[in-house]
DNA sequence: ATAATAATTGTCATATAGTGGAATTTTATT
DNA sequence: AATAAAATTCCACTATATGACAATTATTAT
């Protein structure tokens, strides 16, 4: 009938040991708490706030009880959707994609659009017979259109980004992604906002450096390069994310490489994955190692 | 009036370039929203949750954005409880221990009890005055009985042992980390808690070494150590979770050396201190060459 | 087993969350 | 500046969240 948010407030209750009475007090009447976990009845934020501070749990951890130990929707939507990309699941895409385009109907909430077409970026790459259409123009309209709109960028935001840059011309890429850099600069202390930040970043320079095959061309983006270079070095990652210092060491290795200086840029991949095997970490190790070796195949 | 969470929600929805019409759609009407926006109503969970998922943003985060792009409550308490005990500031912590002393004779909430006996665990080590009374033997039974009592251990059990276990014998501690990492089995993977789980292994087999002036001595703890190693190398450390990876090759190398094999742990030690550096993680680098040195030095 | 006590649920009164639509203010357009 | 359109607030009303206290059920002790 309700949500069913009582419902697991009682049990986390029985689990720490609580009563009723302990739990309600000063905050709300015993009654009413027993009918709120029971289902009969939904409940005030406010209440809901001060109850979970009596147990010393935030809100986060309490919902991912409730979600039977998952992350909420939308990270889990963003999990799906990548797993099914990496995969190369055009099936799982698509099915993804239609479940949101239906909740954009149902709801007429034009964020469940821009989901959609994020799975669609997605579809268009991993598809070979979508080659040919490709993606609207129309619709890489819509979506950048939405995130130049956006004042704060948030986890959304930089998520949906971050998965459809690959299809946008590089200038709109350099632009976007400065906005992303500023327009989420108060996120800098929450984790999971941050690693957003750095992901967007990292996938900027990806971009820029360009695709393998054409390490042996000219071009031209080492002055945007640089700068995002500079944001990653100066505030997105601390000492403590070691991860995010590896990738920065392999991703400027691939910058040398691509300017023509060989042996530097090796040398920094090199380093990068040992660092990686010598802490065991073998698979990534080992998908650093196939970067390289795609690169050394071109030059 | 009521909780402000409204007009943060107004200020998001403005942000993002929504109207009322458009956020409130197939979730409440649009007067409603007006009003709760306004801080003139408060709202129930139900109708708030589906808000927020209109405009694909979290709990988490709009609470986040709520406190001011800080971090919850309970997070902030460890964590300026936690930086006091490093600066070893005793004045900061015994007024933040006053805090929840008077918090748990106001609203009578237990929690704000152990909270304290937290702080004054911290306060016991730090202040030299406190050496000859200690803590009370039956506030750290206080302490451990909850922590025996509650059935699942989330966030809150977690860093309250933390802190505390420090204190403990060694038996105690053998048993409720063993507890502790039984009972949270189900958070592995969130990130948060999974961290603080880790942590709790990582301080049981430091706790469990001793104390480095006995490094010479005899010590009886090596099949509980290898069943903590265990625990965190089977489960609790993905491959891109290089910090860990380093804290536990450091860690290796201390417990390689207590048992007598002093080249083999110097050598795991060292080859730490150099990953951090070529990683420019110089802090974390030179913190873990004072460790070393302090354990030569005993030796 | 039975009494005593603690914990939970049910009943009813009331404050307040939430709705529909009219009135007002703000924004955009000419 | 005047007008139209969009966005927000006000007001009267209904549904439901919440409290006080009685009744019931579960625990514990003898």
Redesign the pocket.
Known sequence: M?TEYGKTLRMIRKQKGI???RLADGV?????L?????GE????L??MTRLLENIMMNFDEFLYIHHDYQPDKLEQFFKTTQSAYLNRDVDQLRKLKDVQLKKWKQYGVETYHYNALLIEVYESIVDKDYIDKGVQESDIRLLSDYLFRVEVWGYYELMLYNGTLLLLHPDLVIMLSRTAYEKSARFRDYAKVNDAITSVLFNTIVFLIGPVNRFHEEFTYQKEISEFFGYLETVAIPESNLIERVYLLQLKGAYDMRTGKIEVGTEKMNQAIELLKDLNSTKMANNMEQFLMQIKQFL
Chains 1, 2 share one sequence.
Do not use: H, M, Q
């Not at 009845?41 to 005030?44: A, F, H, L, Q, R």
């Open positions: 309700f009563t009723l009475e709300c009447s015993v009654s009413f027993s009918k709120f976990e029971r009845s939904d409940i005030t406010g209440l």
